[in-house]
C-alpha cells in the first residue's frame, strides 16, 4: 500500500510541475522587437533578420518570455524598385536551444517624409532601419511554449 501511495504523488508532482512549466502566450500579445542588423526596403522577399526582444512579455501575472530573448524575422514585402510598403513579420522565438515558429501580424516601415494639406503622404526612395530600429508585432495566433523549463530565461 505504501509503494503505491508513493507512485500516485510522484505521478501526481510531475503533473504539477509539467502545469507550472507549460504556457501559452495568447494571440493578440505585444512583441516589441529590436533589430540586430539593418534591414533595407530593397531587401528580398523572405530574406531573414534577427533581433531581440527588448520588453519582457507577459501572461497571466507571468513573465514567459525575458528581453533579450533572440528572434528571427522576414521580409513579407518589399519596395524593390517601387512604392510598395516595407512589411515584416517575426516568424521564431529562440528559447534555449529551441527555435519555436510564430506568426505575426506585419509590421509596415515606410520613408514618409511629410503629409500634404490634403493628406497624402511624400515619401522618399528606398531606405534602412539601422541596428537598434525598434517595432512592435502582434501575434496572430497562440504560441504554445510547451513543457519547456527554460521559457522564462528566454535567452
Known amino acids: ?33 529590436q533589430t540586430n542588423e539593418t534591414i533595407a526596403s530593397t531587401d528580398p522577399v523572405g530574406k531573414k533578420f534577427a533581433g531581440q526582444l527588448y520588453r519582457d512579455v507577459a501572461a497571466n501575472g507571468k513573465i514567459l518570455l525575458r528581453a533579450g530573448t533572440g528572434v528571427v524575422g522576414r521580409v513579407k514585402k518589399s519596395r524593390g524598385l517601387g512604392s510598395k510598403p516595407l512589411i515584416l513579420d517575426v516568424t521564431q522565438l529562440t528559447i534555449g536551444q529551441r527555435l519555436v515558429p510564430i506568426t505575426t501580424e506585419g509590421f509596415r516601415a515606410d520613408n514618409t517624409r511629410f503629409t500634404t494639406r490634403r493628406g497624402i503622404s511624400v515619401g522618399g526612395g528606398s531606405f534602412q532601419l539601422r541596428v537598434g530600429t525598434r517595432m512592435q508585432f502582434r501575434l496572430s495566433k497562440p504560441v504554445d511554449l ?10
Open 1 to 33: 500500500m505504501k509503494n503505491k501511495t508513493i507512485v500516485f504523488l510522484t505521478i501526481c508532482f510531475a503533473i504539477s510541475i509539467q502545469s507550472v512549466y507549460a504556457a501559452t502566450i495568447p494571440a493578440g500579445t505585444a512583441l516589441f522587437v
Open 146 to 155: 510547451g513543457g519547456s523549463r527554460d521559457h522564462g530565461v528566454g535567452r
